[in-house]
């Protein structure tokens, strides 16, 4: 199988889980580390349109920055970013924290992560809300906006964050547009062309 390169200047589909369907998510408090640890390693490398973060698993919508660079540390000069390496970190990053934690050895997460070229607007269109919806779905919640670990609330309220909220209200063409969007039942049969699991 051949894996699909990051591509600067293209949208993706990021997914991954716990490996053996293990939980990555064990108390609250690491649904908070993750997008802390997120931003610290990804948010130079992406713009992040949406997200879920569901015990076992998580989805990214993200948008690959081009040509990035950052000042090198303790030196003259910068060093470019790659997407594929700061995710590498972060989920190394985030993972070594779970198995100090909880006492834990060996991989947590699935390897290679999934990846999927998001190649027109509907999909962009159908993956937001499929984020938003995932917890639903997974029937963690009875009502998506009771999910506290997905995007949704942060673009609704455009609360100052790494998410590009302004970009998403104004792709659905405002905020009241927005709600109307996640107001639809969530069809299965036409989104399975869109979605990684």
Not at 139 to 158: G, P
Not at 161 to 173: A, C, E, I, P
Request: hydrophobic fraction near 35%.
């Amino acid at each position: 199988m051949d894996i699909q390169p990051l591509i600067e200047g293209e949208y993706f589909h990021i997914y991954n889980r716990g490996i053996n369907g293990e939980d990555i998510f064990k108390e609250q408090r690491n649904y908070y580390y993750f997008l802390q640890q997120y931003i610290n390693y990804c948010s130079d490398v992406f713009e992040t349109l949406a997200y879920a973060l569901l015990k076992n698993h998580f989805h990214l919508l993200v948008y690959v920055r081009e040509n990035v660079t950052v000042p090198k540390h303790n030196s003259d000069g910068t060093v470019r970013l790659t997407a594929s390496k700061q995710l590498s970190h972060f989920f190394n990053s985030y993972a070594q924290s779970i198995n100090k934690s909880f006492n834990r050895t060996g991989s947590l997460f699935d390897s290679p992560f999934e990846r999927k070229i998001v190649s027109d607007d509907n999909y962009i269109t159908s993956l937001i809300y499929y984020c938003h919806y995932n917890a639903q779905l997974h029937e963690f919640v009875n009502d998506f906006k009771d999910w506290e670990f997905s995007s949704y609330h942060t673009i609704l309220h455009n609360n100052n964050s790494f998410l590009t909220s302004q970009k998403v209200l104004d792709w659905f063409g405002g905020v009241d547009a927005f709600k109307k969007a996640h107001e639809g039942r969530y069809e299965k049969d036409g989104m399975d062309k869109f979605i990684i699991e």
